[in-house]
Nanobody, 125 residues
Framework: QVQLVESGGGLVQAGGSLRLSCAAS????????MGWFRQAPGKEREFVAT????????YFADSVKGRFTISRDNAKNTVYLQMNSLKPDDTAVYYC??????????????????WGQGTQVTVSS
């Protein structure tokens, strides 16, 4: 079983920055890719960014491209989401997810097998 624990959320003013962390654990943890999603009240969960574990290939949603970066520390089994130039529209619960295999669905929740509990990010105007 894989456990994902997010941290780093909080309240920040528009234009500010936050860095989210996602620590993965579990017996013989391995994943093909890690992703970040977010869900605002009354909205569906939406894709934010993904990174492949071995090669470090990254892909971002258009709404965050140029403002967010995703990285991983293989030794620590940890993925990071650096969020800069935050906007009120970025307010949401942010979820970390792990894809055990390459499914081709990396921009949708169905492409991921394990999920964290989420961390709240609130951006004030």
């Amino acid at each position: 079983q894989v456990q994902l624990v997010e941290s780093g959320g909080g309240l920040v003013q528009a234009g500010g920055s936050l860095r989210l962390s996602c620590a993965a654990s579990g017996r013989s943890f391995s994943a093909y890719a890690m992703g970040w999603f977010r869900q605002a009240p009354g909205k569906e969960r939406e894709f934010v960014a993904t990174i492949t574990w071995s090669s470090g290939y990254t892909y971002f949603a258009d709404s965050v491209k140029g403002r967010f970066t995703i990285s991983r520390d293989n030794a620590k089994n940890t993925v990071y989401l650096q969020m800069n130039s935050l906007k009120p529209d970025d307010t949401a619960v942010y979820y970390c997810a792990a894809a055990a295999y390459a499914s081709g669905w990396f921009t949708t929740p169905r492409g991921y097998d394990y999920w964290g509990q989420g961390t709240q990010v609130t951006v004030s105007s």
